[in-house]
């Protein structure tokens, strides 16, 4: 079995279906990713961004409250993917009020910039994994007293779009 992993090796399907690591390391990982994933948790919550936090420990069960081995291999993957998400850093989600306050010419607080984040998380936790509907259409609901910080929505869609 491999002893590093690659990008594909953290996607559901070559976790269950083809394999790379043993399940042994597959939980290691986990438990790896997880003890990064509360320390990033951590220091979210310190920066006043508590519903990030709180997302990610939620997504983030202990090993031992998991019985299926599928869910451990959904939960590694959604984690990994969760830790590449620059919006879910303190670093990130500054990094994203600067760029939209350059681009716009405008301030905008941080208590703006993060409804509209924890807005299209909780639409990915509801309809991104069925594909329900795409996401620039998800953003588009996106409630009308939210959109009004400065800018034109599309903008500021465009930038959460690109990570930061």
Known sequence: ???YWTPKDYTPFYLMDEPTHSMKE????????RDITMK????????GLGNIADYLRQSMPKLSSMKEQ???TKRLSQGKRNLDTK???VKGVKQLQKRFNDETGEFVPLGDVLPFAEYMQSWRLSAFSSMI???NEAAGLYPEEY??????????YTLYQQGV
Do not use: C, H, K
């Open 26 to 33: 597959i939980r290691a990982e986990y438990s790896r990713l």
């Open 40 to 47: 990033r948790a951590n220091r979210l919550e310190a920066a």
């Open 87 to 89: 919006a879910y850093s």
């Open 147 to 156: 959109q009004e910080i400065g800018g034109s929505f599309a903008d500021f």
């Open 133 to 135: 509907v795409p996401s």
């Open 1 to 3: 079995m491999a002893s």
């Open 70 to 72: 599928s869910e451990v």
